[in-house]
C-alpha cells in the first residue's frame, strides 16, 4: 500500500499534538515496511526532521522569512500536489483541513477529527472561524474519518450529521521521553503543581488559579509550575496577583520533551483543568513519569484515564481544590494513583494506533 500525508500540520507547527501524531504514524507504518511519504517541500516541524529521508518529501527550514507563511503555504500545496500526483498513492491522509479534494477517484482520502471545540464552545468570531467552514468541507469530502475518541465521535454525529459507519475511533499513543541530566537546569526548589500547555479559554486555567488560592494549604505550601504555553499574559498576571500568589510563586517554563519528562517526574501532581479534550494527551504523560493525576471529569477525560486520576467537575472551583488536597496531602492516594497510572498508561501505544490505522486504510481499497 502507498500512504501519503500532506504538508498542511508540517509547514505549520514547529511542535505539537497534532504534527506528533503523523509523525508517529509516519514511522511505525514505515517502519514495519509499508510505503510512506510525506509531502512537504518547506516545513519547519521538529518531528518528521527525524525521519527517514526516503519518508519525508522535503526540506526542513529553521523558519519562514517574515509574513512569508500564506506563500509558503501556497508553494508547498502546489509542489506537494505535483508529488502526490506523481507517487499515485492509494491513500491521501489530510493532515489538517484543507478544504479542497482533488482526483478523486485515484485514491481515497482519510481525515482525523481531534475535537469539535470551535463548534461547541463560541468563542471565534468572524472572520476567525472561517477555517472552520473547510474543516466540515473536509469531512463532507473524505472517504473516512477517524476520530481519537468516542466523545469526539459522538460530537461529530450529532453537531454534523455524520453517518456512523464513515467513521472509525482510534486511540493516540504516547511515548515516554527520557530523562535527560542536564547540570544548567533547576527544576523549582519547592514543591509544585505541574500545568502544562495552553491557558487561554476552554482550558479553564482561570478556575485552576483560582481553586489554589481558595485554599490557605495549597497556596502557601506549594508554588505552580506552567509548562509551555508562551509567557505568562498581562491578564493573568494581574488575576495571580489579585488572587494573592507570592512574586515568582506562579513560573512559566519552556523546552523540550526531555525537560518537560523531568518536570513530570518531579511534580507533586499533574493538575488538568480543561472544560473539553478531543482525547487529552498530558495525563498519559504525567502517569507514565509517575506523576499522580487530577483531572476533569468532562468531555473524553473519563474515556482516557479511567480510575487512575482524581477526577472533578471543571466548573466547580471547590471540588478542583478538593481534589488537589486530596493528592498532595495524602501519600496513600498518592501512590495510588502512581501505580493506577503505570497500569493505565500500558492500553495506549503509537504501534497500536498505527495498526489499527492500517486496517482503516486496508478496509477502505
Known amino acids: 500500500m502507498k500512504i501519503a500525508y500532506d504538508h498542511q500540520i508540517f509547514t505549520s507547527q514547529v511542535y505539537g499534538g497534532i504534527s506528533k501524531y503523523y509523525y508517529h504514524l509516519a514511522k511505525e507504518l514505515s517502519g514495519i515496511g509499508e510505503s510512506v511519504k510525506i509531502f512537504s517541500p518547506f516545513y519547519k516541524n521538529k518531528y518528521i526532521s527525524d525521519l527517514p529521508k526516503k519518508v519525508v518529501n522535503g526540506r526542513y527550514v529553521d523558519h519562514y522569512p517574515l509574513n512569508s507563511q500564506r506563500i509558503v503555504n501556497k508553494y508547498n500545496q502546489f509542489v506537494s500536489d505535483r508529488g502526490i500526483h506523481k507517487y499515485q498513492p492509494d491513500i491521501i491522509h489530510e493532515t489538517f483541513y484543507s478544504g479542497r479534494r482533488t482526483d478523486k477517484n485515484s485514491y481515497k482520502t482519510v481525515i482525523t477529527v481531534y475535537d469539535m471545540i470551535h463548534e ?10 472561517r477555517g472552520w467552514d473547510a474543516k466540515k468541507t473536509s469531512i463532507e469530502n473524505a472517504d473516512h474519518i477517524i476520530c481519537i475518541s ?38 523549582n526548589s519547592r514543591p509544585y503543581l505541574l ?25 502557601e505550601d506549594f508554588d505552580i509550575v506552567l509548562f509551555g504555553g508562551g509567557k505568562i499574559s498581562n491578564k493573568h498576571m494581574k488575576l495571580i496577583q489579585d488572587l494573592g500568589f507570592r512574586a515568582n510563586q506562579v513560573t512559566q517554563i519552556e523546552g523540550d520533551d526531555h525537560l518537560l519528562a523531568r518536570y513530570y517526574q518531579s511534580a507533586s501532581v499533574f493538575v488538568h483543568p480543561s472544560l473539553y479534550e478531543g482525547f487529552g494527551l498530558t495525563p498519559l504523560e504525567a502517569m507514565s513519569y ?13 474515556e482516557v484515564v479511567g480510575n487512575s486520576a482524581e477526577l472533578f467537575d471543571p466548573e466547580n472551583i471547590e471540588q478542583m481544590r478538593g481534589a488537589i488536597e486530596r493528592v498532595v496531602y495524602s501519600q496513600t492516594r498518592a501512590d495510588e494513583l502512581v ?15 498505527a495498526s489499527e490505522t492500517l486496517e482503516i486504510y486496508n478496509k477502505l481499497i
Not at 290 to 302: E, G, I
Open 150 to 187: 468516542e466523545n469526539t465521535k459522538n460530537d461529530l454525529i450529532n453537531l454534523y450529521g455524520i453517518s456512523d459507519e464513515k467513521i472509525s475511533v482510534t486511540y493516540l499513543g504516547f511515548e515516554r521521553s527520557p530523562i535527560q541530566i542536564d547540570d544548567d537546569t533547576t527544576i
Open 120 to 129: 461547541l464552545f463560541d468563542y471565534y468570531e468572524p472572520p476567525h472561524h
Open 290 to 302: 509517575n506523576c499522580p493525576v487530577v483531572s476533569s471529569n468532562t468531555s473524553s477525560m473519563p
Open 195 to 219: 500545568y502544562v500547555g495552553w491557558r487561554e479559554w476552554y482550558k479553564n486555567f482561570d478556575n485552576f488559579l483560582k481553586s489554589v488560592a481558595s485554599s490557605h494549604k495549597l497556596i
Open 339 to 353: 501505580k493506577l497510572g503505570q497500569e493505565r498508561c500500558k492500553l495506549f501505544s503509537w504501534q497500536q494506533c
